[in-house]
């Protein structure tokens, strides 16, 4: 099933949620809506799921309008960030609940309900937690129950909203993995939300970048990582260092400094200068780009996270391996190995 979003707007009085926003979403993708708090990520996915009308603008299924259809006509699946499962009733049943409600003309006799039930259950690997209540579950259990559960009407559309926004470090690790292999199997459309940027790159094909109420770029995990469409994109995903500067005849100023790097001609006056923290290499003084002194030195898991005050006045983090051995005081040269500038 194929999702195309055109020109969709949605206003909460006078404040825009979503402003001009066009997605296609191919046949058996699984796409990452990625973004900041208050987007319009949700806003988005509650469109597509019926949830919610927008003021203007198209949604289609596989070429069809889908805002001519209710909710359960769209047959799509839900999974919600807190686990939406019935307490009163057990696993079993909480899964069986969708099929069990289906219209008598299409609801499938008690065997067959059964059956599906149990398959549903081996795909999510929970089948030995058939007659527990939601409430003998870990949060990574209900999720995937939950998970279970929207998968049980056969949806022709998945959507998932900060599924596992709620859970710990570890577990949300262990169940990305899981949802990507999930997805290699049942193969169904899926979108998800998330403002976590690992769990986006880590478990989409394609990762929409959105930022107040628009798309800012759409492409793979590699694109949107390796060559950002805009400054927000580049401070949004991986850790960048962030500097002013300005840009006049091909020559970049920090501050008074002029920076021994080469810039495109497309960009002049302020500007924006983007590095990653990794990127950024450290050498003696005076064989940088840049020049600073070392206040604060962390370990940082395999990297050594050091706060450089540079010449210029601005302070910067970097992460540098940790055999390098810095020290608060150290006069440091700092040349980037890859950097971006931004006009504006
Ligand atoms: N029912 C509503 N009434 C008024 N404003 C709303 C309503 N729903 C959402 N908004 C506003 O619309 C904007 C987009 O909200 P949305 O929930 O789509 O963002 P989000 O990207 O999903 O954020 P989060 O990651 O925090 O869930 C926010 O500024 C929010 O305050």
New binding site residues.
């Given amino acids: 099933m194929t999702i195309e979003v055109k020109n969709l707007v949605k206003k ?2 006078s ?1 825009a ?1 979503l402003d001009g926003v066009d997605l296609k979403v191919n046949d058996g993708e699984l796409l990452a809506l990625l ?10 996915l509650r469109i597509i799921a019926g949830l919610d009308w927008p003021d203007s603008g198209e949604v289609a299924f596989n070429g069809e309008d889908a805002l001519a259809q209710g909710a359960r006509e769209r047959h799509v699946g839900f999974v919600f960030q807190h686990y939406a499962l019935f307490r009163h009733m057990t696993v079993f049943e909480n899964v069986a609940f969708g099929l069990r409600v289906q219209p008598r003309a299409i609801r499938k006799d008690e065997a067959t309900i059964r059956a599906r039930v149990k398959e549903l259950l081996d795909l999510v690997q929970l089948d030995w937690l058939a007659d527990r209540y939601p409430s003998q579950l870990s949060g990574g259990q209900r999720q995937r129950i939950a998970l279970a559960r929207a998968l049980a009407i056969e949806p022709r559309i998945l959507l998932l909203d ?1 599924p596992f926004g709620a859970l710990d470090a570890k577990v949300r690790k262990e169940l990305r993995k899981w949802l990507r292999s999930l997805h290699h199997e049942i193969n169904v459309t899926s979108i998800f ?1 998330t ?1 976590d940027q690992e769990e986006a790159l880590e478990v989409a094909n394609r990762v929409v970048v ?1 930022d107040k109420d628009r798309i800012e770029q759409i492409g793979s995990p590699d694109d949107v990582y390796e060559s950002p469409a805009t400054a927000f994109v580049h401070g949004f995903i991986g850790e960048s260092i962030e500097l002013p500067v300005q840009v006049e005849g091909g020559v970049i100023r920090l501050g008074d400094r002029p920076l021994n790097l080469a810039v495109d001609g497309l960009v002049s006056g302020a500007s924006k200068l983007f590095v990653r923290r990794h990127d950024m290499l450290v050498g003696p003084a005076g064989s940088g780009a840049f020049e600073g002194a070392v206040q604060h030195v962390r370990n940082f898991g395999p990297v050594q996270r050091a706060e450089v005050a540079l010449s210029g006045g601005e302070t910067v983090e970097i992460d540098a391996p940790r055999d390098k051995e810095l020290r608060a005081g150290d006069t440091v040269g700092l040349n980037p190995r890859r950097y971006r500038i931004f006009a504006g």
């Fill in positions: 909460f009085g404040f949620a973004g900041p708090s208050g987007s319009g990520k949700t806003t988005l900060e939300v403002h959105m």
